[in-house]
């Protein structure tokens, strides 16, 4: 209430403009930008070949792009922001969210979960923890937070759900979410990951949802062998194995030099994955 939030510190130091458009844009389907971004995949797929030879050490195309995703959170603060009540908050921590179907069939479950990250994480432990993760709520019979969570929303009659929805919103919107909604909750995240790679899809650009506070979007799409130009001056062209994302942004956390400049990175990151093979040791702090 009153600003203050236990998932997050308001944001003082900041532009008149950039404060004045959560007041015209009120909602985050609202705020939305998209992009399709678009990946070599050589330089990912030589990372994967080397580190399975010389270390013994599957990684995957998941394991690269949730560690460039921390990454970037990392380097570029202000795109872990969230709005809430026309009030702009820096996240404590970086937070994923993705969904996990237990089995690749129509009648399996599907549940949802959230990492946790301090931004010094390299592809080593983000795989460790990736993999231990997806692991446990491979189990049918497992339950995690969220799947608790979802169930207290859903015990009762339709009217009930409802009105138990509006008020969690409600006190979301007046910091008054207890902290056990939020650590539990995939829609309070810096970014909630859809891939679509895993069943065979391309890309979506997926709608950023009103709920919670999770201002990006990224679906991971299936990898294609494409034609494109080698040499412009000789219009030679070559087939390449490429893969795209869709990445979708809440405009209001931050401008739009500091968005396109982040989005960037993500890019040089996911095709140069031996940049994410150390440690962090430069997390930059949120001045806001």
């Known amino acids: 209430m009153f600003g203050l939030r236990n998932d997050g510190k308001k944001v003082k130091n900041i532009d008149p403009l950039m404060k004045l458009v ?11 930008v998209m992009q399709l971004q678009e990946y070599d995949c050589q330089g990912i797929d030589e990372f994967i070949l080397e580190k399975r030879k010389s270390e013994k050490i599957r990684f995957n195309y998941l394991d690269i792009l949730v560690t460039s995703m921390v990454r970037v959170f990392a380097k570029r603060p202000k795109l872990n922001r969230f709005i ?11 937070q994923i969210s993705f969904a996990v179907k237990k089995k690749l069939v129509d009648s399996a479950e599907e549940t949802t979960v959230k990492l946790t990250f301090d931004g010094t ?23 995690n937070k969220s799947d608790k969570l979802a169930k ?8 009930m759900n409802k009105a138990m929805v509006r008020f969690a919103m409600f006190l979301d919107k007046h910091g008054m979410l207890p902290k056990f909604v939020i650590d539990g909750s995939p829609f309070h995240s810096s970014a909630f990951l859809v891939h679509s790679k895993s069943i065979k899809m391309d890309p979506v650009l997926h709608h950023i949802y009103n709920f919670g506070t999770t201002g990006l979007f990224v679906s991971m799409g299936q990898e294609k062998y494409e034609p494109k130009i080698k040499n412009r001056e000789t219009k030679e062209i070559e087939v390449k194995k490429m ?13 739009g030099l500091y968005n ?11 095709e140069n ?8 040791d430069e997390v930059v702090q949120d001045e806001g």
């Open 22 to 32: 959560p007041h015209i844009m009120f909602y985050r389907n609202d705020a939305m």
């Open 260 to 270: 396109s400049l982040s989005l960037r990175l993500f890019k040089k990151l996911m």
């Open 152 to 159: 207290i929303f859903t015990g009762g009659p339709n009217f």
């Open 243 to 255: 893969m795209k994302a869709g990445v979708v942004v809440d405009e209001r956390i931050c401008d």
């Open 84 to 94: 809430v009540n026309g009030r702009i908050f820096k996240r404590n921590n970086i």
């Open 273 to 280: 994955p031996s940049l994410l093979a150390q440690k962090n």
């Open 121 to 143: 994480e390299s592809i080593y432990e983000v795989k460790e923890r990736l993999d231990a993760i997806i692991k446990e709520n491979k189990h049918v019979d497992g339950k």
